[in-house]
T-cell receptor, first 113, second 114 residues
């Protein structure tokens, strides 16, 4: 059973601070990793994707991948109230066209003024 | 581009009724997916399709059926609705094979089975 684990939160972070979200996955065959943001009552939207070990930066967001330790994280710098949402980690297992994306249950992030 | 569209937005079903959730994408994506999301939970894959005429089961396929006659459309059929199927249903599409499958989601269909 392939699994993707996230702390459900809520994670409360003061405005302007760094929010750190973590995700672990069970299968070493995982090839690509995604972070989605989901506002309450809305559909998920892609924030970051990462495929190689190391860091990937996009504006205030940085995704970090460590395949040896089987974890992926998302850092949000200069947190804003608009960052308050649930963040879903998703993992794509395998190379083939039949590979599947498994989602974690999400971490709820709250940015306090 | 409208992206991924879903209808209806909300529906109430009685136990035992059937319905079809519609999903259409205009991005010419070869991959399409159906997920359900229960309150406070992540997304569970119901069915997916890698192209017209090809579908396969996901994690939670029981009680559902799909078809993919065109690249654009991927309807989800619920037969004999049960209270356990109360959920929010998201359709998604993506382009590409292998490891790179950025998914684009529709707005969702909220289903209540009473």
């Amino acid at each position: 059973q392939k699994e993707v684990e996230q702390n459900s939160g809520p994670l409360s972070v003061p405005e302007g601070a760094i929010a750190s979200l973590n995700c672990t996955y069970s299968d070493r065959g995982s090839q690509s990793f995604f972070w989605y943001r989901q506002y309450s009552g809305k559909s998920p939207e892609l924030i970051m994707s990462i495929y190689s070990n190391g860091d990937k930066e996009d504006g205030r967001f940085t995704a970090q991948l460590n395949k040896a330790s089987q974890y992926v994280s998302l850092l949000i710098r200069d947190s804003q109230p608009s960052d308050s949402a649930t963040y879903l980690c998703a993992v794509n297992y395998g190379y083939s066209s039949a590979s599947k994306i498994i989602f974690g249950s999400g971490t709820r992030l709250s940015i306090r003024p | 581009n409208a992206g991924v569209t879903q209808t209806p937005k909300f529906r109430i079903l009685k136990i035992g009724q059937s319905m079809t959730l519609q999903c259409t994408q205009d991005m010419n994506h070869n991959y399409m997916y159906w997920y359900r999301q229960d309150p406070g939970m992540g997304l569970k894959l119901i069915y997916y399709s890698v192209g017209a005429g090809i579908t396969d089961k996901g994690e939670v396929p029981n009680g559902y059926n799909v078809s993919r006659s065109t690249t654009e459309d991927f309807p989800l059929r619920l037969e004999l609705a049960a209270p356990s199927q109360t959920s929010v249903y998201f359709c998604a599409s993506s382009y590409g094979s292998g490891g790179e499958k950025t998914q684009y989601f529709g707005p969702g269909t909220r289903l209540l089975v009473l």
